[in-house]
């Protein structure tokens, strides 16, 4: 059985406007005036074009106002020189990734959240079966007397039999068993009583 494979919604600007500057120098960061003459290489192409510092990746990304301004500026600039390394120069596609909120689980597998909202449809309760009861054995083990027996499984030669033994009535009933009415007419004997040891005397010693 194959299993369908969940999609995703993902769409790709046909044509993106803005670039990303991958190994910026290091003093791109933190210069004022390279950054300057960095910008300006850019703004030929377009007067507001906006820039974006991620230090930490040693990138830059500038965001165009006209994809074909992007497009113009990375024909010209990519693979250039600035300040001794050569700059490279990609497109920023803009990912979409299915619907911009967060849409709710599908209903098909909502019966499995607790405290479940409700049954799926088509859902019905099942209904216990039938205890098994065997009547035969009931009333052959009614009509036994006691100490008569009764044999439920024949022996085989790999078997062995089942015999069920019914015990014998007692009318004298057992002497050795205790009667709780004796029990309560007889006083018991106190309980002794636990008497504590007694805490020694504290004095104080003399530090050393």
């Not at 969940?6 to 790709?12: C, E, G, I, P, Y």
């Not at 074009?49 to 500038?62: A, K, L, N």
């Not at 309760?125 to 052959?140: E, F, G, K, M, W």
Request: hydrophobic share 30%.
């Amino acid at each position: 059985m194959q299993q369908e494979e969940a999609t995703v919604d993902v769409q790709f600007t046909d044509l993106p406007n803005a670039l990303i500057a991958c190994r910026a120098p290091e003093d791109l960061f933190t210069e004022g005036g390279l950054k300057v003459s960095f910008e300006s290489l850019f703004r030929s192409f377009d007067p507001e074009v906006q820039f974006h510092y991620f230090r930490s990746f040693r990138r830059v990304r500038i965001s165009f106002s006209d994809p074909l301004a992007a497009a113009e500026a990375r024909l010209r600039l990519n693979k250039t020189d600035f300040r001794g390394k050569e700059l490279r120069l990609y497109f920023a596609q803009s990912v979409h990734i299915g619907s911009p909120r967060l849409e709710p689980p599908k209903p098909e597998k909502q019966f499995l959240i607790s405290p479940p909202a409700s049954p799926p449809v088509g859902w019905e309760q099942s209904h216990d079966a039938t205890p098994v009861i065997n009547y035969d054995l009931l009333c052959a083990i009614s009509k036994l007397g006691p100490g008569e027996t009764y044999e439920l499984h024949t022996a085989t030669p790999t078997t062995p039999s089942v015999v069920v033994h019914v015990c014998e009535d007692d009318e004298r009933g057992d002497s050795s068993a205790p009667d709780d009415s004796d029990q309560d007419e007889t006083a018991r004997p106190p309980r002794p009583k636990i008497i504590q040891t007694r805490r020694p005397e504290y004095t104080p010693g003399v530090e050393q």
